[in-house]
Nanobody, 124 residues
Framework: QVQLVESGGGLVQAGGSLRLSCAASGRTFSSDTMGWFRQTPGKEREFVAGIKWGSGNTYYADSVKGRFTITRDIAKNTVYLQMNSLKPEDTAVYYC?????????????????WGQGTQVTVSS
C-alpha cells in the first residue's frame, strides 16, 4: 500500500511557474513508476510525466516536453513536478499516482494508487 499526498497547486499567470510535490508513505520499489496526470471537467485523465523510482528515467507527454520537469528525492520519498512557461491550457487538477509494473505505462488504468489531486489554474 502507498499513500500519496499532493501539494503546491495554485493560481498563476500565463508564463509563470509552479512546483508540485507528491509525498509518498508506505513501501516503494525501484521498479515503481511515479506518474503525474491531469484532468479537466468532461475530459479523460491524461498522462503528463513519469519517473522510474529506481533509475530516475523520465517520460513526458508531448504537450509538456521542454516546459515540465519531473524529479524525485528518494530520501524524502517525494516526487516533484516543476512546471515552467505555464499556459492556460495547463489548467487542471493534477494527480500523482504509482504504477507497480516494470514496464512504463502512460494510461491511468495501470496506476493502482492515487493522491487526492491539487488544482492548478493558469490565467491568461
Amino acid at each position: 500500500q502507498v499513500q500519496l499526498v499532493e501539494s503546491g497547486g495554485g493560481l498563476v499567470q500565463a508564463g509563470g511557474s509552479l512546483r508540485l510535490s507528491c509525498a509518498a508513505s508506505g513501501r516503494t520499489f525501484s521498479s515503481d513508476t511515479m506518474g503525474w496526470f491531469r484532468q479537466t471537467p468532461g475530459k479523460e485523465r491524461e498522462f503528463v510525466a513519469g519517473i522510474k523510482w529506481g533509475s530516475g528515467n523520465t517520460y513526458y507527454a508531448d504537450s509538456v516536453k521542454g516546459r515540465f520537469t519531473i524529479t524525485r528525492d528518494i530520501a524524502k520519498n517525494t516526487v516533484y513536478l516543476q512546471m515552467n512557461s505555464l499556459k492556460p491550457e495547463d489548467t487542471a487538477v493534477y494527480y500523482c499516482a504509482v504504477d507497480r509494473a516494470i514496464a512504463v505505462h502512460t494510461t491511468k488504468e495501470n496506476y493502482a494508487y492515487w493522491g487526492q489531486g491539487t488544482q492548478v489554474t493558469v490565467s491568461s
